[in-house]
């Protein structure tokens, strides 16, 4: 479990105004913190979230990175 205080301070790293939220069970098989626009799944393990986009887990039907609403915004600002 992420402390709540820390959850509040997480912000998806592909555009850090969108906040996360913690998914005890989660489509990446562990625990993951899901951004609340794009819906990438980063896993944490250990208690530890992986906040790296190349390792997170692309919500169903989303071919790439590219396609998620946070990378798009990210590269037209
Ligand atoms: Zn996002």
Redesign the pocket.
């Known amino acids: 479990m992420i402390p709540e205080d820390l959850l509040q301070l997480l912000r998806?790293p592909?555009?850090t105004s969108?906040p996360l939220e913690y998914q005890a069970e989660s489509a990446a098989k562990l625990p993951a913190l899901r951004?609340t626009?794009?819906s990438?799944l980063y896993p944490v393990r250990d208690e530890i979230p992986c906040m790296l986009p190349e390792e997170a887990v692309l919500p169903p039907g989303c071919p790439d990175i590219d396609h998620?609403p946070?990378q798009k915004s990210r590269k037209h600002s």
Do not use: Q, S, V, W
């Open positions: 998806c592909l555009d969108i951004c626009r794009c990438l998620l946070c």
